[in-house]
């Protein structure tokens, strides 16, 4: 079969690879759609970020939808056949964390396409709790950005955010805006979206911002915001960008006593003004990917409550993943967000 291993920075290759077996516990799919989600554009340009040394060379990718072809020992809950979608992590239930149910920061911790092959592939495998069967109400493309979601809605129930707050969210890519979408689904009165590029910001108002501030350097992004809200704050503000500047300007857009919740993937250690917590009672919190929020966005779609397709910018044919996916992402921002990749 065919799969798009990573080697080492700008370089993926299309290479021939086995066909996997499923273990105990797991399911082998037969990928239909794999999306590429912002980590892994991070490794191919700047990587590695997250791939271990000793997992070189590494197949990419944990956005998927497809059907199940081949299931493990053990797996009840799952048949040859079944159209899924899933997440990425994979947890070892025996650590603190995974006995408190915590399993999205497992002691032990894998995860597909970073520390275990992933489903740019024809075929991956991949553990029976992390796969989730799909509706039949539910289309291929909405199935392929489940994961997406799911980091969206883990960060929002992170800040705990409750009918009528003003909600903040500092980054116009695909998470940034999955945390929209996750913001509006759980009430929030007003949403306002920090933008670099102007046509992501355009997709933001149609998926329910309030309105939108765009980084132009012209003034204070803290002022600005709070000239345009006329109030004291955002009750609870989202960074999604990983930019070691960019934790202080997002605890900055909140009220005092206002949550910060940090999504982005962060590369270098970045630096907050401790005192401006201390004497105002903010708090930041961290959000890393979901626990169970897969179900609830599959839940979600099926009930039609939430519509994340806009996001999809462009399928592209597998063979031509680096030049006309990872590529065309890199050099062309503006009107580049979701691309599909289409899996023979």
């Keep these: 079969m065919k799969a798009l291993r990573w080697y080492a920075r700008k370089d993926l290759r299309y290479v021939d690879v086995?066909?996997?077996?499923p273990g105990p516990g797991q399911l082998k799919i037969k990928v239909?759609?794999?999306?590429?989600c912002g980590s892994d554009l991070k490794e191919y340009a700047k990587g590695p970020v997250m791939i271990p040394p000793d997992k070189v060379p590494l197949t990419m990718g944990h956005e998927f939808v497809g059907?199940?072809?081949?299931?493990?020992?053990?797996?009840?809950?799952?048949?040859?056949g079944d159209r899924v979608?899933?997440?990425?992590?994979?947890?070892?239930?025996?650590?603190?964390?995974?006995?408190?149910?915590?399993?999205?920061?497992?002691?032990?911790?894998?995860?597909?396409?970073?520390?275990?092959?992933?489903?740019?592939?024809?075929?991956?495998?991949?553990?029976?709790?992390?796969?989730?069967?799909?509706?039949g109400n539910v289309s291929?493309?909405?199935?392929?950005?489940?994961?997406?979601l799911a980091v969206g809605l883990h960060?929002?129930?992170?800040?705990?955010?409750?009918?009528?707050d003003t909600v903040a969210i500092l980054g116009d890519g695909a998470i940034g805006l999955c945390v929209l979408i996750a913001a509006k689904v759980a009430g929030a009165n007003k949403i306002y979206l920090v933008a670099k590029h102007k046509g992501r910001g355009e997709l933001a108002r149609r998926l329910g911002a309030t309105d939108i501030l765009y980084l132009d350097g012209r003034m204070n992004?803290?002022?600005?915001?709070?000239?345009?809200?006329?109030?004291?704050?955002a009750d609870v503000a989202f960074e999604c960008v990983g930019n070691p500047e960019t934790p202080q300007l997002t605890v900055d857009l909140t009220r005092r006593a206002g949550v910060t919740v940090l999504v982005g993937v962060f590369e270098k250690p970045g630096t907050v003004d401790f005192s401006s917590?201390?004497?105002t009672e903010r708090s930041i919190v961290g959000s890393s990917i979901y626990i169970d929020e897969g179900r609830t966005a599959i839940d979600l779609l099926a009930h039609k409550k939430i519509n994340p397709t806009p996001l999809i910018t462009s399928r592209v044919p597998f063979r031509d993943a680096v030049k006309r996916g990872f590529e065309a992402l890199l050099a062309d921002k503006e009107t580049n967000i979701k691309v599909l990749l289409e899996v023979p």
């Design 221 to 233: 992004l803290a002022s600005r915001f709070h000239m345009l809200t006329g109030g004291p704050g």
């Design 18 to 21: 086995p066909e996997p077996s």
């Design 32 to 36: 239909t759609l794999a999306g590429i």
């Design 277 to 279: 917590l201390t004497f």
């Design 67 to 80: 059907m199940v072809a081949a299931v493990g020992k053990g797996v009840k809950d799952s048949k040859v």
């Design 155 to 164: 960060a929002v129930n992170q800040g705990k955010v409750q009918p009528g």
């Design 85 to 135: 979608s899933g997440v990425g992590y994979w947890y070892c239930g025996e650590c603190y964390c995974c006995k408190k149910g915590l399993y999205n920061i497992c002691v032990n911790q894998g995860f597909s396409g970073l520390s275990a092959d992933g489903c740019f592939a024809g075929y991956f495998v991949i553990p029976a709790y992390a796969c989730y069967k799909l509706p």
């Design 140 to 148: 291929d493309e909405a199935g392929a950005l489940v994961e997406p």
